[in-house]
Protein backbone atom coordinates (compact mmCIF):
# COMPACT_ATOMS: atom_id res chain seq x y z
CA UNK A 1 0.00 0.00 0.00
CA UNK A 2 1.30 2.94 -0.95
CA UNK A 3 0.90 6.16 0.87
CA UNK A 4 1.13 9.69 -0.23
CA UNK A 5 1.78 12.76 1.81
CA UNK A 6 1.95 16.04 0.29
CA UNK A 7 3.39 19.43 2.43
CA UNK A 8 5.09 22.81 2.38
CA UNK A 9 2.09 24.81 1.06
CA UNK A 10 0.80 28.21 3.23
CA UNK A 11 -0.43 31.44 2.71
CA UNK A 12 2.29 33.85 0.59
CA UNK A 13 1.87 37.25 -1.55
CA UNK A 14 1.88 37.30 -5.11
CA UNK A 15 5.30 37.06 -6.44
CA UNK A 16 6.08 34.66 -3.69
CA UNK A 17 7.65 31.12 -3.66
CA UNK A 18 6.85 28.47 -1.95
CA UNK A 19 8.17 24.52 -2.18
CA UNK A 20 6.17 21.89 -1.78
CA UNK A 21 7.11 18.14 -1.00
CA UNK A 22 5.47 14.96 -1.59
CA UNK A 23 7.23 11.92 0.88
CA UNK A 24 6.19 8.53 -0.63
CA UNK A 25 6.07 5.47 1.67
CA UNK A 26 5.31 1.75 0.86
CA UNK A 27 6.19 0.10 -2.76
CA UNK A 28 6.68 2.51 -4.83
CA UNK A 29 8.56 1.49 -8.20
CA UNK A 30 11.38 4.65 -8.81
CA UNK A 31 10.28 4.26 -12.47
CA UNK A 32 6.91 5.78 -11.75
CA UNK A 33 5.96 9.03 -13.83
CA UNK A 34 4.72 11.30 -10.86
CA UNK A 35 3.40 13.98 -11.46
CA UNK A 36 1.91 17.04 -9.45
CA UNK A 37 -1.88 18.03 -9.29
CA UNK A 38 -3.75 20.94 -8.32
CA UNK A 39 -7.73 21.73 -7.71
CA UNK A 40 -8.50 24.92 -7.03
CA UNK A 41 -12.22 25.34 -5.58
CA UNK A 42 -15.49 24.51 -8.00
CA UNK A 43 -12.46 22.85 -10.59
CA UNK A 44 -11.40 19.76 -12.09
CA UNK A 45 -7.99 18.78 -10.52
CA UNK A 46 -5.59 19.37 -13.25
CA UNK A 47 -1.97 18.17 -13.90
CA UNK A 48 0.89 20.61 -13.72
CA UNK A 49 3.63 19.50 -13.86
CA UNK A 50 5.52 15.71 -14.18
CA UNK A 51 8.87 14.12 -13.99
CA UNK A 52 9.93 10.93 -15.44
CA UNK A 53 12.05 8.66 -13.88
CA UNK A 54 14.67 9.50 -16.13
CA UNK A 55 13.95 13.28 -15.12
CA UNK A 56 12.34 14.60 -18.13
CA UNK A 57 9.93 17.01 -16.80
CA UNK A 58 6.76 18.56 -18.50
CA UNK A 59 4.99 21.88 -17.10
CA UNK A 60 1.19 23.18 -18.24
CA UNK A 61 1.46 25.91 -19.84
CA UNK A 62 0.06 28.32 -16.59
CA UNK A 63 3.18 27.32 -14.60
CA UNK A 64 5.81 26.96 -17.20
CA UNK A 65 8.79 29.27 -15.98
CA UNK A 66 7.71 29.97 -12.73
CA UNK A 67 7.43 26.14 -11.57
CA UNK A 68 9.86 23.43 -11.22
CA UNK A 69 9.15 19.83 -10.36
CA UNK A 70 12.35 17.49 -9.22
CA UNK A 71 12.44 14.53 -7.45
CA UNK A 72 14.91 12.37 -4.90
CA UNK A 73 14.20 8.98 -5.45
CA UNK A 74 16.19 7.63 -2.65
CA UNK A 75 14.09 9.71 -0.17
CA UNK A 76 11.18 8.54 -2.18
CA UNK A 77 10.13 12.37 -2.38
CA UNK A 78 8.99 14.50 -5.21
CA UNK A 79 9.42 18.47 -5.29
CA UNK A 80 7.97 21.45 -6.32
CA UNK A 81 9.46 24.56 -6.19
CA UNK A 82 6.64 27.48 -7.02
CA UNK A 83 8.30 30.97 -8.11
CA UNK A 84 6.22 34.43 -8.99
CA UNK A 85 3.22 32.75 -7.33
CA UNK A 86 -0.27 34.29 -8.81
CA UNK A 87 -3.50 34.75 -7.14
CA UNK A 88 -5.05 31.76 -9.94
CA UNK A 89 -2.40 29.63 -8.46
CA UNK A 90 -4.77 28.88 -4.94
CA UNK A 91 -5.45 25.23 -5.08
CA UNK A 92 -5.12 22.14 -3.04
CA UNK A 93 -1.77 20.36 -4.11
CA UNK A 94 -1.46 16.64 -4.54
CA UNK A 95 1.22 14.49 -5.92
CA UNK A 96 0.43 10.96 -7.84
CA UNK A 97 1.77 8.82 -10.43
CA UNK A 98 0.60 9.60 -14.00
CA UNK A 99 -0.11 6.72 -15.50
CA UNK A 100 -3.18 4.19 -14.09
CA UNK A 101 -4.03 2.83 -12.14
CA UNK A 102 -2.74 5.82 -9.40
CA UNK A 103 -2.05 5.48 -5.90
CA UNK A 104 -5.04 6.66 -3.28
CA UNK A 105 -4.80 10.24 -3.03
CA UNK A 106 -3.11 11.86 -0.17
CA UNK A 107 -4.64 15.01 1.80
CA UNK A 108 -2.62 17.87 -0.27
CA UNK A 109 -1.53 20.52 0.81
CA UNK A 110 -3.02 23.82 0.42
CA UNK A 111 -1.70 26.88 -1.41
CA UNK A 112 -3.24 30.14 -0.77
CA UNK A 113 -2.15 33.51 -2.91
CA UNK A 114 -3.81 36.73 -1.53
CA UNK A 115 -2.29 40.27 -0.67
Known amino acids: QVQLVESGGGLVQPGGSLRLSCVVSGSWINGDTMGWYRQAPGKQRELVASISSFLSTHYAESVKGRFAVSRDNAKKTVYLRMNSLKFEDTADYYC?????????WGRGTQVTVSS
Open 96 to 104: NKVSVPQFD
